[in-house]
């Protein structure tokens, strides 16, 4: 199956500062990438969309400013998360779409302290 | 809109009995359905989907599901279980129609096996 690759795996960060998470579709192109956000215990919760060449399309109460999308190319989505604070501490998982089914990175830890 | 429902946000198990993991979905248009399982600390890995076709689907791992459109249901069964299955299980829905739709997610049910 397709690979979707994520990294860093995880990361630590200082309050205030921004951390950027990268997903790659390393074997096929993805004109749409997803990220999603899951917490301890719970669900994936899908946080945007990521379109190749335009703007991002964020499900509600997520915050744009906050996490800032850019799929600049057809193999790579960017996340970054300004301004983090301890809240924004969670999982961060991307995805893309091959042929009709969702393949998923590994996964970002990012802790917040 | 789809959304997906799972009933049991824990299930414990004895090695070797079988074992059902419960999904309902709602949707107003056709859906593709999928279970991912997550191990921890690492991302999704695909156990099975429907996408057409014959109803009773067949996954990895000796896992199975079978759509039921009346019931709107695609409930996960394992006949006997073994300790590597403890991990958390994800039902999860798509609208066919969409060629890059996302993916909605239930909130998953964590299968712990006893020995």
């Known amino acids: 199956g397709a690979v979707v690759s994520q990294h860093p795996s995880w990361v630590i960060c200082k309050s205030g500062t921004s951390v950027k998470i990268e997903c790659r579709s390393l074997d096929f192109q993805a004109t749409t990438m997803f990220w999603y956000r899951q917490f301890p215990k719970q669900s994936l919760m899908l946080m945007a969309t990521?379109?190749?060449?335009?703007?991002?399309?964020?499900e509600q109460g997520v915050e744009k400013d906050k996490f800032l999308i850019n799929h600049a190319s057809l193999t790579l989505s960017t996340l970054t998360v300004t301004s983090a604070h301890p809240e924004d501490s969670s999982f961060y998982i991307c995805?893309?779409?091959?042929?009709?089914?969702?393949?998923f990175g590994q996964g970002t830890r990012l802790t917040v302290v | 809109a789809q959304s997906v429902t799972q009933l049991d946000s824990q299930v414990p198990v004895f090695e070797e009995a079988p074992v059902e993991l419960r999904c309902n979905y709602s949707s107003s248009v056709s859906v593709y359905l999928f279970w991912y399982v997550q191990y921890p600390n690492q991302g999704l890995q695909l156990l099975l989907k429907y996408l057409s076709g014959s109803t009773l689907v067949k996954g990895i791992n000796g896992f199975e599901a079978e759509f039921n459109k009346s019931q709107t249901s695609f409930h996960l069964r394992k006949p006997s279980v073994h300790i590597s299955d403890t991990a958390e299980y994800f039902c999860?829905?798509?609208?066919?129609?969409?060629?890059?739709?996302?993916?909605?997610f239930g909130s998953g049910t964590r299968l712990s096996i006893r020995p």
């Open positions: 999860a829905v798509s609208d066919k129609d969409s060629s890059a739709s996302k993916i909605i």
């Open positions: 995805s893309a779409m091959s042929g009709g089914e969702a393949f």
């Open positions: 990521s379109n190749e060449g335009s703007k991002a399309t964020y």
